[in-house]
Nanobody, 126 residues
Framework: VQLQASGGGLVRPGGSLRLSCAAS????????MAWYRQSAGAQRELVGS???????NYVDSVKGRFAISIDLAKNTVYLQMNSLKPEDTAVYYC?????????????????????WGQGTQVTVSS
């Protein structure tokens, strides 16, 4: 499974962006979905995650502003980011683990996957 991240860009403080992470295969189940970010000169940090039970966790700095969701019909995970601040500027990466369908003449095979997106730049500046 390959993940294609998109939706980054330049936004003013207080603005919103929605990042997308589209899977190349038909997702069957989700074990976990997460977004990370890495700003210049810093280590990659976990922004938020959602497990297969629907329990979410977010770093304190984004609580109440960011939300992770999924549209299984589109095989896409999202990160909605509101009230953006300059300190949110970073490259954002998605990480999704779960199972996906492989359609073959004999039927459908279910395989595991754990994949990363390539990163999308978010810049918050006036």
């Amino acid at each position: 499974v390959q993940l294609q991240a998109s939706g980054g860009g330049l936004v003013r403080p207080g603005g919103s962006l929605r990042l997308s992470c589209a899977a190349s295969e038909s997702i069957f189940t989700i074990k976990s979905m997460a977004w990370y970010r890495q700003s210049a000169g810093a280590q990659r940090e976990l922004v938020g995650s959602v497990d297969n039970g629907g329990t979410s966790n977010y770093v304190d700095s984004v609580k109440g502003r960011f939300a992770i969701s999924i549209d299984l019909a589109k095989n896409t995970v999202y990160l909605q980011m509101n009230s953006l601040k300059p300190e949110d500027t970073a490259v954002y990466y998605c990480n999704v683990a779960g199972t996906y369908r492989v359609y073959q003449p004999i039927g459908v095979i279910i395989n595991d996957f754990d994949a990363w997106g390539q990163g999308t730049q978010v810049t918050v500046s006036s």
